[in-house]
Each structure stands twice: as C-alpha cells, then as structure tokens.
C-alpha cells in the first residue's frame, strides 16, 4: 500500500484548517472517551443504563438466534466428554459407590432434621423466586463476564437480585432493562461472593477469575483447610445473597486458598430463577408475621 | 437522458460508498451479543475492532481520525466493557495507523498484519486494565492472552473480506 499522497494539504488553507480540526477533534474525543471510561467503572450502575437500550436491541436476535442453535457452547464439552471417556467412567463408578454410602447417612441426618425442626417449630424461610427466565447470550469479546437475561423490568426484576439455576449460584442483576436485564456472572473478576463451606461453616470469600473459576480465599489466614471436593454455599454475610445457594465445588488447593468450579455452569443452565435480594428489610418483612402479636395499641 | 437504467462508466453510489464500511464495522461489533454463547471466559476476537482496523489500513484516507469516537461508542455499547474504553482507545489506533502510513512508504501485507495484530492487542489488554482496576494486572493480561493469539491469526482472513467488502463498495453499476 502506497503512502497516500494526498495526506498534506498543499497550500489551501480550508484543507489544512480542515486536517487538522479533525486532529483535534480526535484527540479531544480519545482523551474524553478514557475520562469516562474511568467514570464508568467508578460508578458501573449509573453508566450501564446507557447500554439498556442496546441490548433491547440485541435481545430480539439474540432470541432467535438461541432458538435456531441452541447453546453452541458446549460443543467443547462434547468433545473433551470423547476423549478422556475411560478416565472419567472409572472416576464417575468410584464416586458414584461414595455417594451412595454418604446418601444413606445424609438421609437419616435428613429424617433428624426434619424432627428437630418439628421440635423447634422453624417457619421455612421463603425460597420463592420472584421471576424465572434464561440467559440469551453474554459478552464474549470483552473481559467482563455479563449474561443478558431473558426477562427485565416488565416481570419486576431489579438491579441488585441474585440469580440461581437449579445446580447455583449465577450471579446478580446488574440493570434491568424493560425486557431484557444484565447479569454480572459468578465468575466476574469483580464479584466477589461471601461464601462458607458446607461441611463445618467455615466461612470465606468467592472471587472470580474471568475466565470461569472462582478463587477461595478464607477469613483466617493462618493455615490452608481447603480440600478437593469441598462444596461451598452462600452464607449470606453481607445481606444481597440469600445462605444456603451452592456455589462452587473447590478444585485443587493454592498458596492463599483454593481453586474451585462453580456449580452451576451458565452455559448449560436452562432456566433460572431471580431471586429477592437478601437484605435486612427483607428479613424484617419475613420475620414480622411470625412474630406474636404483642399489645400494641 | 435516460435515467432509467445504469449509464456506461457511471460511479458507484456514494451511498453504498459510504455505508458499508460502517455497517461492517457497526454489524461486527454487535454480532457477538446477538449470538447464543454464554461463555465464561473472552473467546470471540473483537471483531468490530478487527474490521475498523481492516478498514484504516486498506483506505487510510477515507475516514476522518476522528471515527474511532462514534463507531467506538457503538462497540462500548454492545461489547460490555465500560463505556467509553473503545471511544478512547479506537481512536488512538486510527492515530496510530495515520501515524504508520506516513513513516512506511510502501506497506506490505506482513506490515499490515503486523500493525493490526499489535494495535489489536494493545487495545484489548489495555481495555481489559481499564475496565478491572482493583484486579492483579498480570492476571488480566493472562486472560486476554489467548483472545490477542487468536485475532493476531485471524488478521489476513479479515483483511481478505475488508477486500471483498471494498470491491462491493466501488462496484461500478
């Protein structure tokens, strides 16, 4: 490619004026561009309206598109599922003998359970959704992990609600838009999810690392107690996600904690269900007809 | 005069001349928001940026500098990343391809693979630095890493349709 050549104007003026407004105008216009990409990720919520409309936009195709296709994302599954199938069928018979033995103790710690909280008399706490719907597509381009979900403002979907499939945690709304709403996923770098392991309580944090694993790190730092095979669920410190969601199954051990997977894949999850965030007015509102009533006037 | 039909030599439509470039670009950006991929790490090359870098090498002149600032938002809009991250660092790049074409004289097909594989991942890793502050940032270079392999090989095979694309553009009716 030859240099163009008519890159100096000559002596007409307008020309020269003219290149070098747009000099102008471009750097003017990058440097104001950064400015507000900082902004933006200072104050993420307030920018992200700005971008409700463009996925209204693409939401539509996005639809039709899912329908076509399907989920294309687990083509590489199927074909790492072909190649380590005899590894995996051992490991999966071995497990599967596991967990039936721990199944027959789980169920009668089950039964015991279930008199306990006769005994006690517990008001189940209210596990119903506010709204069910499905993930259309994500940004896949970017390094930010966010999912469109199908289902926005029409149904009551707010910013701030976690969503679950039935195998986990997904994340939590981060705009809705009127019909569609963005979800920051579990494994966003910047989303971090207090979380404590299943087995003793032991609590800890859940950090993404953008590229589908979380980072286990706990509270304590004086020794390492994570294990392969550790499940941890939400605690619900910090109010926004409800206790009890299984998150994430730890993987191998690090340094300053655990590598874990999450539970529920968004790839493959069908449905989910967006959840009320887990704040104290909400356990006030819960808590206030299971309470007796006292001689108020 | 007959004006029915296409006279002999005629231009092609300054229309078409002008849109399809920005279409390219605008239709590349949105595309991978409108496809039924929940991924959970950065798999698709940034394709609008590919196409707009595509596009400043092929015909330098034929944009202003500043085009990076409205096909950028556009990209901001559908690529999730912070709004105004691609506004700032697209139009660098169009700065740094106009700066590019007055040192090279003669560019090559290996310098345009070469300018457009650098400013390619010079705009995604600095993209994913802006839009992660807090994070370690040899951990998020980590995670750009394969998606920067991937557009740098992916470079010819977009400068081959931002070829087809110009010659549907000047096609003489």
């Known amino acids: 490619m030859v240099r163009p050549a008519n890159k100096r104007p000559g002596q007409s003026r307008k020309a020269q004026y003219g290149l070098f407004a747009a000099y102008v105008i471009a750097v003017t216009g990058a440097v104001a561009g950064l400015l507000l990409a900082v902004l933006s990720v200072v104050d993420p919520v307030g920018f992200a309206t700005l971008r409700v409309a463009s996925h209204e936009v693409a939401a539509p195709i996005a639809r039709v598109t899912r329908s076509v296709t399907g989920s294309i994302s687990g083509i590489d599954d199927a074909v790492s599922a072909y190649v380590g199938a005899g590894s995996q069928n051992r490991r999966l018979r071995k497990e599967l003998a596991e967990t039936r033995r721990k199944l027959v103790a789980t169920s009668s710690l089950e039964e015991e359970n279930r008199q306990l909280k006769a005994l006690l008399q517990l008001q189940q706490t209210d596990k119903a959704a506010l709204a069910h719907g499905y993930l259309l597509t994500s940004t896949s381009t970017s390094s930010r992990r966010l999912a469109l979900l199908s289902i926005g403002r029409n149904v009551g979907v707010a910013a701030g609600q976690p969503v679950r499939g039935a195998d986990g945690l997904i994340g939590r709304v981060l705009t809705a838009g009127p019909s569609v709403s963005q979800v920051l996923l579990l494994t966003d770098v910047d989303n971090v999810v207090p979380v404590r392991r299943a087995r003793d309580g032991l609590p800890a944090l859940a950090n993404g690392r953008g590229n589908g694993d979380l980072d286990i790190r706990t509270l304590n730092i004086a020794n390492n107690p994570f294990k392969p095979g550790d499940i941890l669920v939400t605690s619900g410190t910090g109010g926004l996600y409800p206790p009890n969601i299984p998150v994430a199954i730890v993987v191998r051990r690090q340094d300053d904690g655990a590598l874990a997977r999450p539970l529920a894949d968004p790839a493959k999850v069908d449905a989910v269900a967006v959840l009320r965030p887990y704040t104290p007015d909400n356990l006030e509102a819960r808590a206030a007809p299971a309470a007796p009533p006292a001689g108020t006037p | ?173």
């Open chain 2, 1 to 173: 005069m007959n004006r029915a039909g296409p006279r002999l030599g005629e231009p092609a439509s300054l229309w078409r001349m002008r849109i399809v470039p920005i279409a390219s670009v605008m239709l590349a950006s949105a595309l991978p928001l409108m496809l039924p991929l929940v991924a959970s790490s950065p798999v698709l090359p940034p394709m609008g940026l590919l196409f707009f870098l595509c596009w400043q090498l092929l015909r330098t002149e034929m944009w202003p500098v500043w085009i990076g600032l409205p096909l950028g938002l556009w990209d901001d809009l559908f690529s999730g990343a912070p709004i105004g991250t691609a506004i700032g660092l697209w139009t660098l790049a169009s700065i740094a391809i106009h700066y590019f074409s007055q040192r090279i004289y003669w560019r090559g097909f290996f310098h345009d693979w070469g300018i457009a594989a650098l400013l390619a991942a010079a705009v995604q890793a600095a993209a994913a630095l802006i839009a992660h502050p807090h994070a370690p940032a040899g951990h998020l270079l980590g995670l750009v890493v394969p998606q920067i392999i991937v557009s740098a090989l992916l470079v010819p095979l977009f400068l081959r349709l931002t070829g087809a694309f110009d010659n549907f553009r000047l096609k003489r009716r």
